[in-house]
T-cell receptor
Framework: AQTVTQSQPEMSVQEAETVTLSCTYD???????LFWYKQPPSRQMILVIR??????QNATENRFSVNFQKAAKSFSLKISDSQLGDTAMYFC????????????FGTGTRLKVLA | SQTIHQWPATLVQPVGSPLSLECTVE??????LYWYRQAAGRGLQLLFY??????ISSEVPQNLSASRPQDRQFILSSKKLLLSDSGFYLC??????????FGPGTRLTVT
């Protein structure tokens, strides 16, 4: 079965510092997509970043970047220069192009940015 | 550009009453559509998904049902609500196996 694990239920970081959120996944597929979503207190789910498994280069979106280690099945999110607006739940998610189009989500990491 | 709408935003219903939540997507055709439920401070539970009109897959056997009467419309229903149906309901769409985009959600309280 395909699974996504986020082992850090809660984290905190000082404003302007850097924080890394962990995500591991399990699949026998070779082609898949990975995502990080942010859910602020408004509860609107917002796509932060995506990574295609066939791409070796790590994805980057402004202050957000990933460390994708395909062999280790690891997909961590790094937030640089943390801002108060980054306070949110962060979910890691996974999907394979073949099959049922069901997304597998992790249980989330609650990140609090401290002033 | 694509947009996704959900309504109502907030709903308070008594136990045993019916439910109808609606989700519509604009700016795309033949999207995959999804209904999730989220308890406070918890993760996402996939309830239903649809890859086409009239095609509904159920993930959780319960008193909820879903329908897709039009290409870009997805409806979540119940004939009789239970207290355990309270939660935050999110609709999402995707273009095949690419990223999902979520609606603003509906906060349902069953009293």
């Amino acid at each position: 079965a395909q699974t996504v694990t986020q082992s850090q239920p809660e984290m905190s970081v000082q404003e302007a510092e850097t924080v890394t959120l962990s995500c591991t996944y399990d699949t026998s597929e070779s082609n898949y997509y990975l995502f990080w979503y942010k859910q602020p207190p408004s509860r609107q789910m917002i796509l932060v970043i995506r990574q295609e498994a066939y791409k070796q280069q790590n994805a980057t979106e402004n202050r957000f970047s990933v460390n994708f280690q395909k062999a280790a099945k690891s997909f961590s999110l790094k937030i640089s220069d943390s801002q108060l607006g980054d306070t949110a739940m962060y979910f890691c998610a996974f999907i394979t192009p073949s099959g049922t189009y069901k997304y597998i989500f992790g249980t989330g990491t609650r990140l609090k940015v401290l002033a | 550009s694509q947009t996704i709408h959900q309504w109502p935003a907030t709903l308070v219903q008594p136990v045993g009453s019916p439910l109808s939540l609606e989700c519509t997507v604009e700016g795309t055709s033949n999207p995959n559509l999804y209904w999730y439920r989220q308890a406070a401070g918890r993760g996402l539970q996939l309830l239903f998904y649809s890859v086409g009109i009239g095609q509904i897959s159920s993930e959780v056997p319960q008193n909820l049902s879903a329908s897709r009467p039009q290409d870009r419309q997805f409806i979540l229903s119940s004939k009789k609500l239970l207290l355990s149906d309270s939660g935050f309901y999110l609709c999402a769409w995707s273009r095949r196996a690419y990223e999902q985009y979520f609606g603003p959600g509906t906060r349902l309280t069953v009293t």
